[in-house]
Each structure stands twice: as C-alpha cells, then as structure tokens.
C-alpha cells in the first residue's frame, strides 16, 4: 500500500487541523493505520492508531484532543487535531502495518511522506 499524507500547516496555539492519509492499493481494510510525529532532534514517535476493527490507541499526551478515524471505502486514514499546543510541532507521518502489534515504529513498514504541523504560541 502506498501512503499520502496531507493537511498539514501552520496554527495557533487552541486551533485545530484535520491530517489525512490516502491509501492507494487493495486491501486497506486489512491494514492497521497509525500516525506517527517527529520534532527537530527528536526521535520519531507514536501519536494514534486505528485497527482493521477500528480499535483505537492513542499517546497520552494527545488523549482528549485527537480523533482518529477511517473511512474504508474511500481508503482514508483522519487525524482530527483540536487544542493544538506549540509541543505538537512536528513532520506527522501516516503508516500502515498487518503486525500483530501497531504502536511502535518499528511495528510499520508503510510510511507516508509526512506532512508538517506548526503552532505557534
């Protein structure tokens, strides 16, 4: 599956922005989905994940503020993003797995492009 991830952009602090990630190739369904964030310097980390049964897990630190959900019949992965903090700043990456774990990095081998999320304080 080959990923595209888009919505990216520059906010304030408390605005929102809603990421999407088009999935092109059969089978998507069978895929779990995760978005992934990288700051400047900083190791790549675990943001959200939906399952193939639309189970979710999301990071602590986005728990309240980020939706994630996904539209099977259009191939489409959502990252709904309210109360956006300057600390969300970072390259979000859309990937996709069928490993029995889909929470670390390493558990994906389909990675989107990225797309920047900025905000300001």
């Known amino acids: 599956v080959q990923l595209q991830a888009s919505g990216g952009g520059l906010v304030h602090t408390g605005d929102s922005l809603r990421l999407s990630c088009a999935a092109s190739g059969r089978m998507f369904r069978n895929y779990h989905m995760g978005w992934f964030r990288q700051a400047p310097g900083k190791e790549r980390e675990f943001v959200v994940a939906?399952?193939?049964?639309?189970?979710?897990r999301y990071a602590d630190s986005v728990k309240g503020r980020f939706t994630i959900s996904r539209d099977n019949a259009k191939n489409t992965v959502l990252l709904q993003m309210n109360s956006l903090k300057p600390e969300d700043t970072a390259v979000y990456y859309c990937?996709?797995?069928?490993?029995?774990?889909?929470?670390?990095?390493?558990?994906?081998?389909?990675w989107g492009q990225g797309t920047q999320v900025t905000v300001s304080a």
């Open positions: 939906i399952n193939r049964s639309g189970g979710t």
């Open positions: 990937a996709a797995t069928i490993s029995v774990y889909y929470y670390r990095p390493t558990d994906y081998y389909c």
